[in-house]
């Protein structure tokens, strides 16, 4: 059974801080991806990788980074948050068998004020 | 640009009958299509997915339709049951980009008793 971890589920953070999301997975995935939801706005894609030390920038990278050092940990970082990435945060794994099926993790409720 | 969009930000509907939600895309090159669900403080969860080679697919009470020429799927659950109140979003991916995935906004599903 694949499982996706993250280390927070709620988060609270005052603007200007450097903020760190972790998520980890168990299940050997070369592929790793960072998103947000939002209401009305769906899933978007902030950071990908396909393997370690490797990233991709997604839809919306502006104010995020990311971090693959292990294959089963990857990492976003707001290098200064701001209240408008006040959002869930949704990290998701997959392999590369071709079915692109992804498997979240529970998500961290980010609020910056 | 949203190209995989849902149109109907809620439903609702009566346990027992059909419920039916639509996505529409606009990139001729996906191919193939995927259904998540996603109940509140949790991670979205795969439901069913269909390739472009097909035009149906069917798992239990979901049920996938694929229309190419129209660039619209959408998904028929029957009969409808409380718990599949939930949000259900709509992904496409192209060969092309492995298994990255673009969501539409999601519809919000209510089955009321």
């Known amino acids: 059974d694949v499982k996706v971890t993250q280390s927070s589920r709620y988060l609270v953070k005052r603007t200007g801080e450097k903020v760190f999301l972790e998520c980890v997975q168990d299940?050997?995935?070369?592929?790793m991806f960072w998103y947000r939801q939002d209401p009305g706005l769906g899933l978007r894609l902030i950071y990908f990788s396909y393997d370690v030390k490797m990233k991709e920038k997604g839809d919306i990278p502006e104010g995020y980074s990311v971090s693959r050092e292990k294959k089963e940990r990857f990492s976003l970082i707001l290098e200064s948050a701001s209240t408008n990435q006040t959002s869930m945060y949704l990290c998701?794994?997959?392999?590369?068998?071709?079915?692109?099926?992804?498997?979240f993790g529970p998500g961290t409720r980010l609020t910056v004020l | 640009d949203q190209q995989v969009k849902q149109n109907s930000p809620s439903l609702s509907v009566q346990e027992g009958r059909i419920s039916i939600l639509n996505c529409d895309y606009t990139?001729?090159?996906?191919?193939?299509f995927l259904w998540y669900k996603k109940y509140p403080a949790e991670g979205p969860t795969f439901l069913i997915s269909?390739?472009?080679?097909?035009d149906k697919n069917e798992d239990g009470r979901f049920t996938v339709f694929l229309n190419k020429s129209a660039k619209h799927l959408s998904l028929h659950i029957v009969p409808s049951q409380p718990g599949d109140s939930a949000v259900y979003f709509c992904?496409?991916?192209?060969?092309?980009?492995?298994?990255?995935?673009?969501f539409g906004e999601g519809t919000q599903l209510t089955v009321n008793p």
């Open positions: 992904a496409a991916s192209k060969e092309t980009s492995g298994s990255r995935l673009t």
């Open positions: 998701a794994s997959s392999g590369s068998g071709g079915d692109n099926e992804q498997f």
């Open positions: 269909i390739s472009s080679i097909k």
């Open positions: 990139n001729s090159m996906f191919d193939y």
């Open positions: 299940m050997d995935h070369e592929n």
